[in-house]
């Protein structure tokens, strides 16, 4: 049975995107997208709302961003080769292949394919990831914490909901950045 897994950049203060809903402030350096490929290539399907699919899309529909080194190349391979959810009720037709789109998060139809699933899922995008964090069906949290503070912006977790976790693994990046990653407690 897959996990499902919650991985964002995080600033120090909690949040994924800052008050103008830029995210420039967590572009990784090599080191740390070498860390994403390892994780993404573990990756069966992943789960995205409609935002974060049109941002990642382009790793299959710009080859551009492949040709930029081997390590921008890994990672379009690895994000290519995994299924897609995408959560969107405006979206008609997917961009990319091994896409399937769905109207609205179902809980039930999760626990479905992680229970069929012989590799881990992800959940990308901290709206859609509120959806699956208040259903209970994360297991675990995976943060990349840039070393910077942003005072306001998109809350990496919902703000009104308690979650107990389980330190399970860290590591440190040259940049000042460093992995976390949590096991939710039932």
Do not use: C
């Not at 529909?61 to 994000?79: K, M, Y």
């Not at 769905?102 to 699933?117: G, N, T």
């Amino acid at each position: 049975m897959g996990k499902l897994i919650y991985a964002t950049n995080n600033s120090l203060d909690g949040f994924t995107e800052d008050a103008t809903g830029a995210f420039d402030w967590s572009v990784p350096d090599e080191d740390v997208h070498l860390f994403y490929n390892d994780m993404m290539r573990g990756i069966g399907t992943q789960l995205l709302g409609r935002r974060m699919y049109e941002t990642m899309a382009v790793w299959e529909t710009d080859p551009g961003f492949a040709e930029e080194s081997p390590v921008l190349a890994d990672f379009a391979a690895a994000w290519q080769d995994s299924d897609k959810l995408v959560y969107s009720t405006t979206l008609t037709e997917p961009m990319t292949k091994r896409t399937r789109i769905v109207p609205a998060f179902d809980a039930d139809e999760v626990r479905a394919v992680k229970e069929s699933s012989a590799t881990d899922l992800l959940v990308g995008g901290p709206e859609l990831a509120s959806h699956a964090l208040r259903a209970g069906v994360v297991d675990e949290v995976r943060l990349v914490l840039a070393p910077v503070t942003l005072g306001a912006g998109k809350p990496a977790f919902p703000t009104d909901l308690r979650l107990d976790l389980e330190l399970i693994d860290e590591r440190r990046f040259g940049n000042g950045a460093v992995h976390v990653a949590y096991r939710v407690r039932r």
